[in-house]
């Protein structure tokens, strides 16, 4: 997950008031009779664009004309303060992820959304993290990382994409459920970088998104890939066991991508937008489109099950973020 802006998240809202001016329609009846725009909330190019844009694509012949607006800016939440301030027709839809969806305005000072103001309507994909260590680290599994590192408290570290990651918020979770280690928390700009300083010896351990690129590292003896987060073991890399395998029974956590519109959008339009994605996302072509980035597309999302997932990423990562008083950054 991106990670938090370090910018003045106050400005949210004036930019959000420039998308207030598309057209509105609240009928559910005969939807959709216009363009639909998927709010892609980061700069145009990353890996919203590799999940969003395969998706218009498809709407585009099952719903009529979709587009991808990206409105990046504040780590995704002027995108999504955009959709949120949008009439509830159905035609502004959001590209959320945990950390718009959840750890934004958990962690933002006086923000311009809340947790409850969308309403979730289809996953589309899920990602693992996966703890990953260098090679000189005397471990090989988690139990064993947790006995290195409180044998020697305060000279390990853990590299992350930034603070207030869903990266982070897991290292942390790591730490409490494991009697609380000391392990130095380094944040980065980005993964890449950390996976470098992982690879030169100069950070123990990461807390990454499983990629093919961590797992072509390992095959050549570059880091060691100790556990993944989900609940299941991976369908691409099965040997990996999982952290509720490894001794961590309560250290669960699957970063995930998908559909998202205004709190009060009628409930037709939710269903109607679903069944095509659910469509959509049985292609084996977009399936392994999204595979081939690393990612697990999900076949069999609804409304309701979304909505759990969202729930409970909120429950899991909530009393973490009260405990570390993470703040707005």
Known sequence: MPSLSRRRFVNAAAFAATF???????SAAGYPSRSIRLVIPYGAGGSGDEIG???????????????????????????TTAVAREAPDGYSLLLGNGSTQVIIPLTTANPSYSVGDFRA??????????????????AANLKELIACAKTKPGTMSYGTPGIG????????????????????????????????????????????????????????????????????????????????????????YEGWFGLFAHKMTDDAIIDRIAQATRTAMAEPALQAAYRAQGMEPDSDSSPDKFQRIVDATAASLAPVIKSIGLKAL
């Not at 207030?20 to 609240?26: D, V």
């Not at 309507?121 to 005397?138: C, E, G, K, Q």
């Not at 992982?198 to 807390?207: C, F, K, N, R, Y």
């Not at 095959?219 to 999982?242: F, H, M, Q």
């Open 165 to 252: 990651t869903g990266n982070h918020l897991v290292g942390e979770m790591f730490k409490q459920q494991a009697g609380g280690l000391d392990i130095v928390h380094v944040p980065y700009r980005g993964i890449a970088q950390a996976t470098n300083d992982l690879v030169a010896g100069q950070i123990s351990l990461i807390i990454g998104v499983m990629s093919v690129q961590l797992l072509q590292l390992s095959e050549a003896g570059k880091i060691k890939l100790l556990a993944v987060t989900p609940e299941k073991r991976l369908s691409g890399a099965p040997d990996i066991p999982t952290a509720m395998e490894s001794g961590m029974p309560d250290l669960s």
């Open 53 to 79: 844009r395969p998706w218009v694509e498809r709407m585009s012949s099952q719903l009529g004309p979709t587009f991808v607006e990206n409105i990046g800016g504040a780590g995704g939440a002027i995108g």
């Open 121 to 138: 309507i289809y996953r589309l994909i899920s990602s693992a993290l996966v703890f990953a260590t260098h090679p000189s680290v005397p």
């Open 20 to 26: 207030a001016g598309f057209p509105r329609s609240g």
